[in-house]
């Protein structure tokens, strides 16, 4: 099992505090979902369509392109990792039937020709004074390397903040590896800070987890994004 897989069957094993909002975001369908996305936009003059799935609503080519682009960008990471790279796990995961994506693809392309996704669900998380709530984990935030710096990756996360906003949720949070230099960058670019003394598994000795200053509305108080290396 891997260290995502870990922290989401410890998530799982414990109680929400603001169980009506986690109840309403999880039954929420992708038409709802996709009504908070914004799309079309155009980003560095092309234009992109985004579109909210469920898992298991799409299609054998969308899951191929989705798995083609993560692959091509992490497997290096997860082979050089403890963890290991296990494709079979990590698409148990990926396409879990609680999983969320938002994907995009050129404005006038087919649905398979994603160029960029996230993966998220409705979760919850114990925040520092050891209390449940409600959060947007997102469980991957992947680019094409053929549009790399193309504005889609922030863009994705804009989505994801809007989500978690629309359905209740008091932080977005998501895992990274420490050696992903790249991404470590783009996170703290967008506005995500340390928070220390986190790790989920003794074995974690290089983690620490980011927050960022909350601009939800609501009840949402700031957002953060935990990072794990080996």
Same mark, same amino acid.
């Given at each position: 099992?891997?260290?995502?897989?870990?922290?989401?069957?410890?998530?799982?094993?414990?109680?929400?505090?603001?169980?009506?909002?986690?109840? %309403?975001?999880?039954?929420?369908?992708? !038409?709802?979902?996709?009504?908070?996305?914004?799309?079309?936009?155009?980003?560095?003059?092309?234009?992109?369509?985004? @579109?909210?799935?469920?898992?298991?609503?799409?299609?054998?080519?969308?899951?191929?392109?989705?798995?083609?682009?993560?692959?091509?960008?992490?497997?290096?990471?997860?082979?050089?990792?403890?963890?290991?790279?296990?494709?079979p796990q990590k698409k148990r995961e990926m396409f879990h039937i609680q999983a969320r994506f938002v994907l995009?693809?050129?404005?006038?392309?087919?649905?398979?020709?994603?160029?960029?996704?996230?993966?998220?669900?409705?979760?919850?998380?114990?925040? %520092?004074? !050891?209390?449940?709530?409600?959060? $947007?984990?997102?469980?991957?935030?992947?680019?094409?390397?053929?549009?790399?710096?193309?504005?889609?990756?922030?863009? $994705?996360?804009?989505?994801?903040?809007?989500?978690?906003?629309?359905?209740?949720?008091?932080?977005?949070?998501?895992?990274?590896?420490?050696?992903?230099? @790249?991404?470590?960058a783009f996170y703290r670019r967008v506005g995500f800070v340390p928070r220390e003394h986190f790790c989920f598994?003794?074995?974690?000795?290089?983690?620490?987890?980011?927050?960022?200053?909350?601009?939800?509305?609501?009840?949402?108080?700031?957002?953060?994004?935990?990072?794990? !290396?080996?």
């Amino acid at each position: 099992m891997d260290a995502i897989a870990e922290a989401n069957k410890a998530r799982s094993a414990r109680k929400v505090s603001g169980p009506s909002s986690r109840r %309403v975001s999880c039954q929420a369908t992708a !038409g709802q979902l996709q009504d908070t996305v914004e799309s079309p936009r155009v980003l560095n003059g092309s234009a992109y369509v985004f @579109e909210a799935r469920k898992a298991s609503s799409l299609s054998a080519a969308q899951r191929n392109a989705v798995w083609d682009i993560f692959a091509d960008n992490m497997r290096q990471s997860y082979t050089a990792s403890s963890f290991g790279w296990d494709p079979p796990q990590k698409k148990r995961e990926m396409f879990h039937i609680q999983a969320r994506f938002v994907l995009a693809r050129p404005a006038e392309s087919k649905d398979a020709d994603v160029l960029a996704f996230s993966t998220f669900r409705f979760e919850s998380e114990e925040n %520092v004074d !050891g209390v449940e709530e409600p959060v $947007l984990y997102c469980y991957e935030l992947q680019v094409s390397r053929r549009v790399k710096r193309s504005g889609l990756g922030t863009a $994705l996360m804009s989505d994801l903040e809007r989500l978690a906003a629309r359905w209740g949720m008091r932080k977005v949070m998501l895992t990274c590896f420490l050696t992903n230099v @790249e991404a470590l960058a783009f996170y703290r670019r967008v506005g995500f800070v340390p928070r220390e003394h986190f790790c989920f598994r003794a074995t974690c000795s290089s983690a620490a987890q980011f927050h960022r200053g909350s601009h939800l509305s609501g009840p949402a108080d700031e957002f953060r994004v935990s990072f794990f !290396g080996q």
